[in-house]
């Protein structure tokens, strides 16, 4: 079976019909079924907020997720992978948009530098299916920088044999050079050059369906191919995916908040790329529980399900022995009086296993009293990678008794 058949892509459904549609333009040099897709199967759209198209994925354990945000998906692509970025507009640019999905990302981008820049863009997209890269053919164009990105989709698809004819009628401009690579993003960050990129965007489904875009193997290729001033944005507020980016040399920021409860996150390995620290409750858990433990990937060719299997074990090793258990948020009681007496006894459980007598104890305040110079805004020294770091230190040192109380 190809790794698209197995992946976490398209819905079954629309990924037929528009196998079919293209198998049949190749066949018959007809541009009708291309013309009139949206028009015959609107219905396997999903409409969101601000006007645009999205798509559902294939059903896995009986869950569905849309590409995008129902808040808006093109919206998305503005708020969360072109803010927080802060481009040298006076300088050429370099984009790695992976999971690149119907190109909104991409096309958010190539509006922002249209706008900003007479310099040069490059854009990597990376995109496991060619149907969903066909879908972003298919849908109307959120943005007119939308039609450049179809040009450059549908070039590598007649290239890769899928498209047989060329409607695309948008021009790239001359300073603008879009790749399409067509396959696992494990295997394309491989082959990319060391020190080349300004900003990545990673955009896979939720960490559950996909885990192996998030390992910590995966985010150490980016510490190689980003550059020193580069920024990564992901929408995910995920502990293990905070905590890979820590393990792999970055600094971590908090992303800007969009059809979601938390903001996302951000990595550069320079603190001064990013504005915002983590939530002081984030990086507690980060720092102290076994949440804080990251996707693993080694040879970068696993399966989601041995990954997600292979971190509840070392979750469960962990906790007690190097970490202190999540069960009840636990760590985030540190240095705090508990009123609720029942939940103090399981709290105050998992702390003595970790030689912590209780919540208030020196031991307590020793671990947490990193937090003491916690600021909203980060900097070269007071940042969230840095505290977290601190605070595993501690954690370390309580645990063996290498400090005397
Ligand atoms: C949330 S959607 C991305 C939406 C997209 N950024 C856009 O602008 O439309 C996730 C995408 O990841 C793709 N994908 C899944 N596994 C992948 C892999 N291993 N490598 C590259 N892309 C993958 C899926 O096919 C899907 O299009």
Known sequence: MSYENCARIINDDIFDLV??????EKSSRNIEGRVNFFDTYKDYFVLTDDGSYSINSKEINHKVET????????????EKFIKPMKFNYYEDIAVLDICAGLGYNTSAAIADFLKNSKANLTIDMVEISKATLACGLLVPSPIPEHDI?????????????????????????????????????????QKLDDNTYDAIFLDP??????????????????????????????????????????????????????????????????????????????????????VGIPFRDPGLNNKSKDILNERTRERQNARHSTKISSAVKTPIFLGQTMDDEKLKRRVERNLAKMNIPSTTSPQANYIVEVEDDYREKQDFENNSRNRILEMEKRLKKVKEEEIKF
């Not at 995008?68 to 093109?74: C, F, K, L």
């Not at 007649?158 to 993003?185: C, K, M, R, W």
């Not at 980016?222 to 929408?235: H, L, P, Q, S, V």
């Not at 600094?251 to 320079?270: D, E, H, K, T, W």
């Open 149 to 189: 990105t179809k040009k450059a989709i549908e070039n590598e698809l007649i290239v890769q044999d899928y498209a047989g004819l060329s409607l695309e009628t948008a021009e790239i401009p001359e300073n603008i050079s879009i790749n399409v690579f067509i396959e696992d993003a494990r295997q394309t960050v």
């Open 19 to 24: 196998n079919e549609t293209f198998g049949r």
């Open 205 to 290: 489904f939720s960490q559950n369906m996909a885990p192996e875009l998030f390992s910590l193997e995966f985010f150490r290729e980016f510490r190689r191919i980003i550059k020193n001033d580069g920024i990564i944005a992901t929408y995910t507020s995920s502990a293990p995916v905070r905590a890979g980016f820590i393990e792999a040399d970055f600094y971590i920021g908090l992303g800007p908040i969009f059809g979601r409860m938390q903001g996302g996150s951000l990595a550069s390995p320079n603190p001064e790329m990013l504005d915002w620290s983590l939530p002081k409750n984030d990086e507690i858990r980060i720092a102290l529980s076994d």
């Open 67 to 78: 590409l995008h945000t129902s808040t808006g998906a093109i919206s998305e692509s503005f």
